[in-house]
């Protein structure tokens, strides 16, 4: 069966530095991979995706992740965390077929100190 | 464009009252539709989906159940409210084919007392 693991509930950096959000996979094929975003008491919005081709993927606000099938990996990146990025992130697996279901994992909060 | 519409934003039930929340999606015809939940501390949690009018699939049991009695409108109910269904109930759309991006809700924050 599909799982999805973010191994760090809370993470605290600082305005300006790097960050990596961890997200590890279980899937029997090729996955569809995802990052969500969602600010407090709001909706989950896509960061970025990945399907095939390229390992490195761009995303919007300045994200990236990379995918890593021999780690069975997707973890997201960002070069200089801004105070707007303070939020809960969603690592995401496709599941088998053609519903469209996402298996999410357990999110990372993410806090960002001035 | 395509828009989701989720309501109410936020509730309040005793245990053992009813529950229904409504989720509609504009600008698109057929699409698959989820009920998410998100509990406090939680990652998010699959309740059901449907690829189609009258089309469910629960992925875990539960005291819930949803319906589609129109392509574009989904609704999640209860007959009688637990204190665990307490939650931050989120509806998604996705295109039919592959798995693919979901276009979620604002969500409603159910408490239920």
């Known amino acids: 069966a599909q799982s999805v693991t973010q191994p760090d509930i809370h993470i605290t950096v600082s305005e300006g530095a790097s960050l990596e959000l961890r997200c590890n996979y279980s899937y029997g094929a090729t996955p569809y991979l995802f990052w969500y975003v969602q600010s407090p008491g709001q909706g989950l919005q896509l960061l970025l995706k990945?399907?095939?081709?390229?390992?490195l993927v761009q995303g919007i606000k300045g994200f990236e992740a990379e995918f890593k099938r021999s780690q069975s990996s997707f973890n997201l990146r960002k070069p200089s965390v801004h105070w707007s990025d303070a939020a809960e992130y969603f690592c995401?697996?496709?599941?088998?077929?053609?519903?469209?279901?996402?298996?999410f994992g357990q999110g990372t909060t993410l806090q960002v100190k001035p | 464009s395509q828009t989701i519409h989720q309501w109410p934003a936020t509730l309040v039930q005793p245990v053992g009252s009813p529950l229904s929340l409504e989720c509609t999606v504009e600008?698109?015809?057929?699409?698959?539709l989820y009920w998410y939940r998100q509990a406090a501390g939680r990652g998010l949690q699959l309740l059901f989906y449907s690829v189609g009018i009258g089309q469910i699939s629960s992925e875990v049991p539960q005291n819930l159940s949803a319906s589609r009695p129109q392509d574009r409108q989904f609704i999640l109910s209860s007959k009688k409210l637990l204190l665990s269904d307490s939650g931050f109930y989120l509806c998604?759309?996705?295109?039919?084919?592959?798995?693919?991006?979901?276009?979620f809700g604002s969500g409603t924050q159910l408490s239920v007392l």
């Open positions: 998604a759309w996705s295109r039919t084919s592959f798995s693919e991006k979901l276009f």
């Open positions: 990945y399907f095939s081709g390229d390992t």
């Open positions: 600008g698109t015809s057929n699409p698959n």
């Open positions: 995401a697996v496709g599941a088998s077929g053609n519903t469209g279901k996402l298996i």
